[in-house]
């Protein structure tokens, strides 16, 4: 079965992917550069993120979604296993969003320009006064009404395992009084883990948990981080076993 799924990926998946890649991106920046950036920052992606787990063969099961309010903007925060996490949120969190992403990916064509088009945030931690420019811009989409979503780990496990919370996440829900969704993600390290290029078919889950308020006295140095480590402890209490 496994080299079934390998062919079928690198001859039917791979090509199709690529081409709706090209398609989502050209559909998003023309349609942003309209004026329709409320609708096509979000919609085009989130069908390209539904098709592509579809097309993995990677099932979604999706807990929680009674948790979000329609209307309300969020701090959307999870655990970053692997590439498929993307797509799970985008494609299956049923709220628009704006993501808070690596700079890196600024650079993969079309992906970039489109990234940039739909007014999404590129963090840039070379620098501490970089990093505090990225928080200002995410706070801005956030005065627009929108959510945001983030991964405060920064990046990928090599493990499966969380790494440690970064706090950037955690001083925009204290600047705008926004709540915190924390986001357990199961199955992405599985299905794609950082450094590999092959797929592998596996079910995925992921469960929405009740958001949550950040104090006033939570509003600095240790308190902040504190948060999140709460945050950290709620998305753990979730993950598969074998992840924890």
């Known amino acids: 079965m496994r080299v079934l799924y390998l062919i079928y ?10 081409i709706l890649t090209i398609l ?58 692997g590439a498929f ?27 970039g320009a489109a990234c940039r088009a739909a007014g999404f945030v590129f963090v840039n931690n070379s620098t501490a006064r970089s990093a505090v420019k990225s928080v200002k811009e995410a706070e801005l989409q956030l005065k627009k009404g929108t959510s945001i979503a983030i991964f405060p780990e920064g990046s990928r496990t090599s493990t499966g395992k969380m790494n440690r919370f970064k706090k950037g996440a955690f001083q925009m829900a204290v600047d705008q009084h926004l ?28 469960i929405i948990h009740p958001p949550f308020m950040v104090d006033d ?15 950290h402890q709620i998305i753990s209490s979730g993950l598969w076993e074998k992840y924890k």
């Open 9 to 18: 990926v690198w001859i039917i998946f791979v090509p199709i992917f690529l």
């Open 217 to 231: 006295a939570d509003v600095s140095g240790k308190n902040l981080q504190s948060v999140a480590e709460k945050a």
């Open 85 to 111: 996490d993307i797509f799970m949120i985008y494609g299956f969190l049923g709220v628009p969003i704006k993501w808070v992403m690596k700079a890196g990916i600024g650079k993969i064509p079309f992906v």
């Open 24 to 81: 989502t991106a050209v559909i998003t920046i023309l349609g942003c550069m309209s004026g329709g950036e409320h609708i096509f920052s979000y919609y085009p992606g989130m069908i390209w993120s539904k098709l592509t787990c579809y097309l993995a063969l990677c099932p979604v099961k999706v807990k929680g979604r009674e948790h979000i309010r329609k209307g309300q903007s969020y701090i959307f925060v999870a655990n970053h296993q």
């Open 179 to 206: 709540p915190v969704v924390p986001i357990t993600l199961n199955g992405p390290f599985d299905v794609l883990p950082i450094g590999s290029l092959n797929l592998h078919c596996h079910a995925m889950e992921m």
